[in-house]
């Protein structure tokens, strides 16, 4: 099941150079964890929430994005759990899914739809 929330209102949440190419980094946005991904190879930006459902620590941020069958996925850092950046559905047998965001870059700024 897909959850991509409804945008509301764009929010610049950060600068492109803020976001390591390749990888991810976190921002709050309205209280909430946020973890923006610059997947430079794909020439494509995700945007999930920061904490992985299977632990709840905030750290999906600092995961290792790559592709499975030409799906993008942010994999946890402690206990490896992928995750489809489109959708936010694990990857695994496991029913854990992510919120994700709408996102765009404009220019050197980058938004976030809450």
């Known amino acids: 099941m ?3 929330l409804e945008t509301k209102a764009w929010v610049k949440a950060c600068k492109v150079e803020d976001i390591p190419a390749n990888g991810g980094a976190c921002v709050m946005i309205d209280g ?11 020439g494509e930006w995700y945007a999930t929430q920061n904490l992985c459902p299977h632990k709840q620590q905030m750290v999906l941020s600092r ?10 996925k942010v994999a946890c850092p402690f206990h490896k759990k992928n995750f489809s ?3 936010g559905a694990c990857m695994g047998e496991e029913d854990y899914q ?12 980058v938004f976030v739809g809450i």
Do not use: H, S
Request: proline share 3%; glycine share 8%; charged share 40%.
């Open 2 to 4: 897909e959850t991509v």
């Open 85 to 87: 950046l489109k959708t």
């Open 63 to 72: 995961g290792m994005i790559g592709a499975t069958k030409d799906e993008p």
């Open 98 to 109: 992510l919120k994700t965001y709408e996102i765009k870059v404009e220019g050197d700024d």
């Open 32 to 42: 909430e964890q946020i973890a923006i991904f610059n997947f430079e190879r794909r």
